[in-house]
């Protein structure tokens, strides 16, 4: 079950944290990964230990907010052997509230977080349909559903990606295209570590214990906990589902309500 042999996957942002973790789980599972990442001596370290591990992945420096460089790679892909899946992970984080996000702030939120996934759903969808189908992934946030202290640009975008994710869904379901999306809280990631480090370096493991009391379970989640979930909803056992967001979130969203 689960099996993704064959399948061509695009994975923006796939070579560190969650993105990282769903490049190798798709590549075990079978798949053949395309890596869309800014540094491109990270993702060719990564695609090599892929292959090392016997999957198969290449790396393509692509800015998701340029659409004529999201564009190129894919027609570039696409020429080759036929798109079948676009992970939509590409993503810069923002810490701050109305008042104190500047307009140089939103602006770079939008246009990595938000015009980022457009370009790439733009430039993709177009081979899904002559290709006869296939899968979308969006990763977002609770942060689109519920709100979070100090995350006003952030939540912004994942509500917008949240959005998109319901559209396509909508306007492509008869092309046999299938888009959902995945709503995870907090994820023990590099970039929590680096947040701790940066913010509390003098109480790390008490502001981490914090973090992870958020979540009513009583911990952060893995990332091979979000690539699992991705792995399932990319593979044919996923065939019926689609236009649905699906948290994994330690019951932050359900448990966490009144």
Do not use: W
Not at 15 to 42: P, T, Y
Not at 72 to 98: E, M, R, S, Y
Not at 119 to 135: A, E, M, R, S
């Amino acid at each position: 079950m689960f099996r993704l042999d064959k399948k061509v996957a695009i994975i923006t942002g796939g070579a560190s944290g969650i993105g990282l973790e769903i490049s190798r789980s798709f590549a075990k599972q079978g798949a053949v990964v395309h890596i869309f990442e800014l540094n491109m001596d990270l993702a060719e370290r990564e695609a090599d230990l892929i292959i090392a591990a016997g999957g198969q992945a290449y790396c393509h420096k692509v800015d998701v907010s340029k659409q004529a460089q999201v564009k190129k790679a894919v027609d570039k892909i696409n020429a080759v052997q036929p798109i079948n899946i676009l992970v939509n992970n590409a993503g810069i984080a923002h810490i701050g509230t109305a008042e104190t996000t500047t307009e140089e702030d939103l602006d770079r939120i939008y246009n990595i977080n938000v015009k980022g996934v457009y370009n790439c759903l733009h430039t993709v969808i177009p081979h899904f349909k002559q290709n006869g189908g296939g899968v979308i992934i969006n990763m977002v946030s609770v942060a689109a559903t519920v709100g979070i202290a100090d995350r006003f640009a952030y939540s912004m975008a994942k509500g917008a990606v949240y959005s998109m994710t319901l559209q396509v869904a909508k306007d492509y379901v008869k092309d046999n295209i299938r888009c959902n999306s995945i709503s995870p809280a907090r994820i023990h990631t590099p970039f929590v570590d680096g947040f701790l480090e940066n913010k509390y370096p003098d109480n790390k493991e008490e502001m981490f214990k914090a973090l992870s009391r958020t979540q009513p379970i009583g911990r952060m989640g893995k990332s091979s906990e979000v690539a699992a979930l991705a792995v399932y909803l990319a593979s044919d056992e996923a065939s019926f589902n689609t236009g649905t967001d699906y948290l994994i979130d330690g019951g932050f969203v359900k448990l966490n309500t009144p």
